[in-house]
């Protein structure tokens, strides 16, 4: 059987877990009150408050080779391997797991950069498992999957942008540009799998729309993932204009993680979703 592993910020549900028994999650860790936990013992109000009371990044940190190296070990010695991770530009944990795979000694160990992160590490986890009862082989799932995160599209504004320049993914002079000018800005991750920005309005109905345009552009689209954090209305109100926009297609609404919470902050809404247009990104 071909195992898939995901880390942490995909935010699998445990009744998924219950489901899919070779289906596996490893964690990322979170600094809470001065100790690292793994993500899932901690909450998204920790993280904000937090940050709040101290205006610093909540440490986190990518599992260790070591923690890569048990999770293979766990797993039965004849059974292939493919580990999904939280999209390279913004942490180290898919280069920690190919690390882990070299070190392993097992010679079927694929690795994938989904480009991405929460629901769209879902989906391309679910494009897996349909692979997986499709009977394609290792190779093919393998070569499958690096074209499912090859199509991710992500793009998701924010209240504000002090957590990402607290965290170091933006430049310190973007955050202040947007705070001076009350600007709020739409994110995506571009076709260098870095955080840019996608369009700057002022208000947050322009800004849906600015994130429900660029669905369009990259429509043809598979699945359709909302993600919010602290923001279930906001959330709510997105997946309702999309579900009006793509009556055929199902569209999901799921929240980020406590790490996320950490780059990302408060009041996050987004799209993600994988693409049946093979064009690229394309900017409004």
């Known amino acids: 059987m071909i195992q898939l592993v995901v880390d942490s910020t995909a935010a ?45 990044a909540v440490p986190t940190s990518q599992p260790s080779t070591g923690d890569f190296l048990k ?18 530009g913004v942490s180290g944990t898919y280069n920690g797991a190919v690390l882990a795979a ?59 942008l002090d957590y990402l320049r607290r965290g170091g993914r933006i430049g310190k002079a973007a955050g202040l540009i947007g705070s001076i000018l009350k600007i709020k800005p739409v994110i995506y991750l571009n076709d260098n799998n870095e955080v840019d920005v996608l369009a700057k309005v002022r208000t947050g109905k322009k800004a849906a729309a600015a994130m429900i345009d660029y669905l369009h552009k990259n429509s043809p689209c598979k699945r359709i993932g909302i993600v919010h954090i602290e923001n279930e209305e906001g ?29 990302l902050g408060p009041g996050l809404t987004g799209i993600i979703f994988e693409s049946a247009n093979d064009g690229g990104n394309k900017n409004v």
């Open 71 to 88: 999770m293979f070990e766990s797993l039965p010695k004849e059974d292939p391997i493919i580990v999904i991770c939280i999209t390279s």
């Open 102 to 160: 070299r070190q392993s000694g097992r010679k079927n160990i694929s690795v994938i950069n989904s480009r991405t992160t929460a629901i769209g590490m879902m989906e391309i986890l679910e494009d897996a498992l349909e692979f997986i009862d499709k009977g394609l082989s290792f190779d093919e799932i393998s070569k499958a999957l690096m074209e499912s995160a090859s199509l991710m599209r992500t793009t998701f504004t924010v209240d504000t």
């Open 12 to 56: 699998v549900p445990a009744d998924f877990l219950e489901q899919h028994s070779n289906v596996h999650v490893i964690p990322l860790f979170i600094s809470v009150k001065g100790e690292y936990v793994p993500e899932y013992e901690a909450t998204i109000e920790q993280v904000i408050d937090y940050s709040e009371s101290t205006k610093k």
């Open 235 to 263: 959330g709510r109100a997105l997946q309702a204009k999309v579900l009006e926009e793509y009556p055929d297609i199902e569209v999901t609404l799921s929240t980020g993680t406590p790490v996320l919470a950490s780059y």
